[in-house]
């Protein structure tokens, strides 16, 4: 049996204009990964490695003029609406960034139910979901508290359990560890890795895709891609 790629990306080019000049930061990715498979991408700090997962992710654009096709479960995002491309971003993908980013006027319950707000189903059912994810994250005693009242770590699992709120067929995460202690960044992992492999609250395991400096971190995916030069390579 084939499986079709959750995530296929081919020729991605992006250039940034700084002071008039261009600066080519991407010069033809492509990787495809399958469902529920580990994918890592590793390079040196400027290689691109944030605005290939942004691009993956529909949080940010290619240039145009190539062949290029960025394609999650089939939608390709470069070729649909805007409201379709949210769509499809809060429907199929989950982000998990270094800096957490959970909305600290809101208690870690609401920033979890978020993405089903973005979907327009933040009913009931969604708020028992969130709070089912919240004590999976070990986070069941602290449902109300505010995202400035967490450890960073304690964010992480936050923002992981966002994360799966929608179910997601792949998560996106870019250096998740990156800003925490080796320790926390361990436990940090088990958890992403034991999602990834599990699935949450009875959803397919998702994909994942995993930014990451770490060589232990790599090991532990079923493929390791280098970004160099603007292209993933083996
Ligand atoms: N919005 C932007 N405008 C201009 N340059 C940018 C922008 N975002 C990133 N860059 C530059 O693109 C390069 C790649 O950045 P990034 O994707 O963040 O790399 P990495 O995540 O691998 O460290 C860097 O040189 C960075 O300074
Ligand atoms: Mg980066």
Redesign the pocket.
Known sequence: MTRDPVLLAADVHKT?V?SKKP?S?LRGASLHVLPGEHVAIV??????????LHILGGLDRPDPGHETAVRILGSDLLRISEARRAKVRAHDVGFVFQSYHLLPEMDIVDNVVLPAMALGSADAASRARATALLEMAGLGERLHHHPRELSGGEQQRVAIARAMMNAPAVILA?EPTGNLDAGTGAQILDMLFGIARNGATGQNPPALVI?THSEDIARRCDRILR?ADGALQP
């Open positions: 940034y700084l600066l930061i390079g040196k700090s400027g290689s691109g490695k944030s605005t290939l870019d930014v970004l």
